[in-house]
């Protein structure tokens, strides 16, 4: 039977981006997006922020790491993955990601050097990345 894994999201950076490169030269960019639920009851407005850990790869890392900051508003399509990894006290650690695919810029320019952005739709076009986790700088 055939399954789906895809995340559609629009949320704001809630750090600028970090921007490393594997061993082998390729980007990857991780950076944490806020999305936020509105909703009003009986004791007013309420409101619930999820933060979500993205990560970008190549071609497209690159250029989030060079035109994003903190607070800039953007669209994301992924999937989901969770891996997990030893921390330094030997303890298993699971993180869950969501691997973007497409990034597209969304809400004003920040600065003057934004003025050179590029075509503001992304798409990775050099698969998810790395298939194990091994080559993750970070």
């Known amino acids: 039977?055939?399954?789906?894994?895809?995340?559609?999201?629009?949320?704001?950076?809630?750090?600028?981006?970090?921007?490393r490169f594997t061993p082998n030269g390729k980007?990857?960019?991780?950076?944490?997006?806020?999305?936020?639920?509105?909703?009003t009851n009986g004791?007013?407005?309420q409101e619930r922020t999820e933060w979500h850990n993205i990560v970008v790869w190549g071609k497209v890392a690159e250029n989030c790491g060079q035109y994003l900051a903190k607070g800039r508003q953007i669209y994301i399509e992924g999937s989901i993955r969770t891996r997990s990894y030893d921390d330094k006290?030997?303890?298993?650690?699971?993180?869950?990601?969501?691997?973007?695919?497409?990034?597209?810029?969304?809400?004003?320019?920040?600065?003057?050097?934004?003025?050179?952005?590029?075509?503001?739709?992304?798409?990775?076009?050099?698969?998810?990345?790395?298939a194990g986790t091994d080559d993750t700088p970070f």
């Open 89 to 130: 006290d030997g303890n298993r650690r699971y993180v869950t990601e969501i691997i973007a695919q497409r990034v597209q810029f969304l809400g004003a320019k920040k600065d003057s050097a934004a003025d050179q952005e590029p075509d503001t739709t992304l798409d990775d076009d050099s698969g998810t990345g790395p």
């Open 27 to 39: 980007a990857v960019c991780k950076f944490p997006l806020a999305t936020t639920d509105q909703w």
């Open 43 to 45: 004791d007013g407005k």
């Open 1 to 19: 039977m055939a399954s789906v894994n895809k995340v559609i999201l629009v949320g704001n950076l809630g750090k600028d981006p970090d921007v």
